[in-house]
């Protein structure tokens, strides 16, 4: 595609439960990252991909997140057993290696 | 202290006018920065890129990088109703692929 794709776009989830939220890069883009984007709270760095390199891990907030790159292009970011607090929208972008372009997001709400 | 610091707004001005957004940071290797502008519902898309101390203009918009302040400005020059919308700066320290530290974003609205 031209761009980068979330999905799904909006996903209400109970607290406790587990979720999956899914981007499709750019294709041909080695870098990919997510961000968690809070009211108020700007935009947030939780991971980096970047080619078959380990991934940069540094801002995961808990050992509930995780997310993995398959056959470096598609990635899945996970949260497990939901709290309030990641009520958020979900950012993933791309980038060739410089510039990230992103995705509309995922808005998580936990209820 | 937040390594970057942004005045929210709202900032409300009236179609035509001269916008001024600025952020400041604390890291003295921030090197990169840019603004990125996202509509509501939409995510962030990149304006401007620039790199050290210095000025860079595109059409309407002009980026400014003040190292020895450690202050950046976003300008808009006759601005339009359809530049409402959220203004984000962001630096990191190299320019290739690198974690972003953004602001917590502007929310500017252009009145008609």
């Known amino acids: 595609g031209a761009g980068v794709s979330q999905s799904p776009s909006n996903k209400v989830t109970e607290k406790g439960k587990d979720v999956e939220l899914r981007c499709d890069p750019i294709?041909?883009?080695?870098?990919l990252y997510w961000y968690r984007q809070s009211l108020g709270q700007g935009l947030e760095f939780l991971i980096y991909?970047?080619?078959?390199?380990?991934?940069?891990k540094s801002g995961l907030p808990s050992d509930r997140f995780s997310a993995e790159r398959t056959g470096g292009s598609v990635s899945t970011l996970t949260i497990q057993r939901t709290q309030q607090e990641d009520s958020a929208v979900y950012l993933c972008?791309?980038?060739?290696?410089?510039?990230?372009?992103f995705g509309s997001g995922t808005r998580l709400t936990v209820v | 202290q937040k390594e970057v610091e942004q005045d929210p707004g709202p900032l409300s001005v009236p179609e035509g006018a001269i916008v001024s957004l600025n952020c400041t940071y604390s890291n003295s290797a921030f090197q990169y920065f840019m603004w990125y502008r996202q509509y509501s519902r939409k995510g962030p898309e990149l304006l401007m890129y620039?790199?050290?101390?210095g000025n860079k203009e595109d059409g309407r918009f002009t980026a400014q990088v003040d190292k020895s302040s450690k202050y950046i400005s976003l300008f808009i020059r006759d601005s339009q109703p359809s530049d409402s919308a959220t203004y984000l700066c962001a630096m990191s320290a190299s320019g290739g692929n690198e974690k972003l530290t953004f602001g917590t974003g502007t929310r500017l609205t252009i009145i008609p």
């Open positions: 991909f970047q080619g078959n390199s380990a991934p940069d």
């Open positions: 294709s041909g883009h080695t870098a």
């Open positions: 620039t790199y050290s101390s």
């Open positions: 972008a791309s980038s060739p290696g410089s510039g990230y372009t």
